[in-house]
């Protein structure tokens, strides 16, 4: 069982940064692979970005590619969503998720596809 809690969301204006954390409860996050996701107002839940077991694979979504960068402490069992330039169409509430995977396990964009879901964290940006 893995338990997330995201933090470090916020309004900020267009072309700021933020970093989005996520903390993970139990011994096992090492073993599950890890992604955020977000959802707008009258949106469906959209994939952002995943991160391997290990940290060494990472797929973004197009839009946001260049812009942010999934990372991950497996020491502090932590997961991390560094946000560049950020734009208005950013904005949503962003949700950190696990699922449990073997290590050469392909990434997954599928929401579907994750055991565990954070509560969400507000992004906010202004033009």
């Known amino acids: 069982q893995v338990q997330l809690v995201e933090s470090g969301g916020g309004l900020v204006q267009a072309g700021d940064s933020l970093r989005l954390s996520c903390a993970a409860s139990?011994?096992?996050?090492?073993?599950?692979?890890a992604g955020w996701f977000r959802q707008a107002p009258g949106q469906e839940r959209e994939f952002v970005a995943a991160?391997?077991?290990?940290?060494?694979?990472?797929e973004y979504l197009d839009s946001v590619n260049g812009r942010f960068t999934i990372s991950r402490d497996n020491v502090r069992n932590r997961l991390y969503l560094q946000m560049n330039s950020l734009k208005p169409e950013d904005t949503a509430v962003y949700y950190c998720?696990?699922?449990?995977?073997?290590?050469?396990?392909?990434?997954?964009?599928?929401?579907?596809?994750?055991?565990?879901w954070g509560q969400g964290t507000q992004v906010t940006v202004s033009s």
């Open positions: 991160i391997s077991r290990g940290g060494g694979r990472t």
């Open positions: 139990g011994r096992t996050f090492s073993m599950h692979a």
């Open positions: 998720a696990a699922r449990r995977s073997i290590q050469s396990a392909p990434l997954t964009t599928e929401a579907g596809s994750y055991d565990y």
